[in-house]
């Protein structure tokens, strides 16, 4: 079955320095969607990708999906204490109803 | 209008006894997913609705958790014969077919 794989597992940052989070799925993806879990929180959605090297921002993050559609990354410039939690991409395959598949997450913590 | 609800939000019971977990997902919804998310884990999938169509339960770790939606809104996820490795909190999300997936607070369950 579909797999999708976070790296790395946990990133700790100094406040104002930037991340980064990768996403990787063992088969071509038809969309990429990535979810913020606050601490104690649920996942929250952030922004889908659906075109080969399409990338997106939201302020101080963007989001790229890769030319051949199984690779995702998120980058996050200047982090900030409110950027804190777990970031999940969720990948979805190309046949039919098929399931979004989550990835194992990336924990972000940042150092004040 | 209101999001995707989950009730008990916390449930403590005893090793060996069931326990009832319900959903409530977004009206109109039609893909259902239930997660379970031990802590500082990531998202362990169980099971997926998706209209009509049989769903997909291949997450499910063994045959003491099964599952239904019924009238495809509510879900139950029920649980046999709890043990003490079933503590988890167990996250239910709804999505349009094909899109973000909104998830509700979580039940929090605890087998003693």
């Known amino acids: 079955g579909q797999q999708v794989m976070q790296i790395p597992q946990y990133q700790h940052v100094q406040e104002g320095e930037d991340f980064t989070t990768y996403c990787n799925s063992s088969?071509?993806?038809?969309?990429i969607q990535w979810y913020k879990q606050r601490p104690g929180g649920h996942p929250v959605f952030l922004i889908q990708l659906v075109k080969s090297g399409e990338v997106k921002k939201q302020k101080r993050l963007t989001f790229q999906f890769g030319e051949a559609k199984k690779n995702s990354s998120l980058h996050i410039t200047a982090t900030q204490t409110t950027d804190v939690g777990t970031y999940f991409c969720?990948?979805?395959?190309?046949?039919?109803?098929?399931?979004?598949?989550f990835g194992t997450g990336t924990r972000l913590t940042i150092i004040p | 209008g209101a999001g995707v609800s989950q009730s008990p939000s916390n449930k403590v019971t005893e090793k060996g006894k069931d326990v009832e977990l319900r959903c409530d997902p977004i009206s109109g919804h039609t893909a259902l997913y239930w997660y379970r998310q031990s802590l500082g884990q990531g998202l362990e999938f169980l099971i997926y609705f998706q209209g009509n169509s049989a769903p997909d339960k291949s997450g499910l770790p063994s045959d003491r958790f099964s599952a239904e939606r019924t009238g495809g809104s509510v879900s139950t996820l029920t649980i046999q014969r709890t043990q003490q490795e079933d503590s988890a909190v167990y996250l239910c999300a709804s999505s349009p077919a094909g899109y973000e997936q909104f998830f509700g607070p979580g039940t929090r369950l605890t087998v003693l």
């Open positions: 969720a990948g979805r395959g190309n046949f039919g109803n098929e399931k979004l598949t």
């Open positions: 088969t071509t993806l038809s969309n």
